[in-house]
């Protein structure tokens, strides 16, 4: 059974940092193309960041230079760092595997930038 679990969702001051951890299971994670997305109230789901199997990563603009993900495939997990939090940052966080032919959900984690 292929799970993936998020974590380190939280409420956190515009400026602030916070960082979100998944961990897979199930699935052979060195393989997979891992991804971290979100959707705020009203909106789409769309994607932040992602990190391919070679270590390229990939990032949303709004994004760029305030985000890193990374990857540990000897754990299983790939992590979230996210600096100067904004308001507009505020969303359910999923974790996302994907190969050509599997793609896999977290259930998400909420993060809420408000003072």
């Known amino acids: 059974q292929v799970q993936l679990v998020e974590s380190g969702g939280d409420l956190v001051q515009p400026g602030g940092s916070l960082r979100l951890s998944c961990a897979a299971s199930?699935?052979?994670?060195?393989?997979?193309?891992m991804g971290w997305y979100r959707q705020a109230p009203g909106k789409q789901r769309e994607l932040v960041a992602e990190?391919?199997?070679?270590?390229?990563?990939n990032y949303a603009d709004s994004v760029k230079g305030r985000f890193t993900i990374s990857r540990d495939n000897s754990k299983n997990t790939v992590s979230l760092q996210m600096n100067s939090l904004k308001p507009e940052d505020t969303a359910v966080y999923y974790c996302?595997?994907?190969?050509?032919?599997?793609?896999?959900w977290g259930k998400g984690t909420l993060v809420t930038v408000s003072s």
């Open positions: 996302n595997a994907h190969s050509v032919s599997r793609k896999y």
């Open positions: 990190i391919f199997i070679g270590g390229r990563t």
């Open positions: 199930g699935i052979i994670f060195s393989i997979y193309t």
